[in-house]
């Protein structure tokens, strides 16, 4: 998979990317992260990308031109599956759409500063809005870093051990049981007597009662959804 992101600050994309599990997904060869900074593609004086609002009104709009130029740079070396806008008003972000998503081969996001982009780019470029929750960043850099995290551990190769993202919480829409590692009395607090039984079948059935419970008391609207 490779993914593209337009930004403004390439700086704030650096430490995500470099370690854990995206690094190792593109040391395998099987994640390709590009950072593309906007204000080399501007046609404008002294790298800018922003102008006031047509109609008035506070903050600045990403201009619409430099971004053209760059998305149609892009679109003319390879076929994107989607072009992402990260907004505060886009769809709100799960894992049903990152498990969507890592099936993509190749995507462009587009990290928004100010107030947004110029509408025009959202109307003829963008196939997809994205929000991570319903409040404000300075931009869209950590956003997108949320969704290139969440999407390219699913990929495959990158965990060592491929099961472990089948049980994450909101896979199956419900949230992740409780887990328990040694020692197995930990200060008088001990370990659940089934997880130490040995029986497959028993700790699955617990698990999922504890998931169901979970949800129950922690995210209800989960399984309301269904």
Known sequence: MRIDI???????LESPFSHSMMKRAKDRGLLEIVTH??????????????DYQFGGGAGMVMMPEPLAILIDKLQAERNYNEVIYMTPDGTLFDQKTANGLSLKENLIIICGHYKGIDDRIRQHYVTREISIGDYVLSGGELAAAVVVDAVGRLLPGVLNDETSALFDSFQDGLLAPPVY????D?????VPDVLLCGDPKKID?????QSLQR???RRPGLLNDE
């Open 181 to 184: 590692t040694r020692p197995a």
């Open 186 to 190: 930990f200060r008088g607090w001990a």
């Open 205 to 209: 059935a617990w698990r999922y009662e």
């Open 6 to 12: 337009i930004t403004v600050l390439p700086e704030l």
């Open 215 to 217: 949800t129950k008391q």
């Open 37 to 50: 900074n906007l204000r080399d593609y501007t046609p404008y004086k002294q790298g800018q990308v922003d």
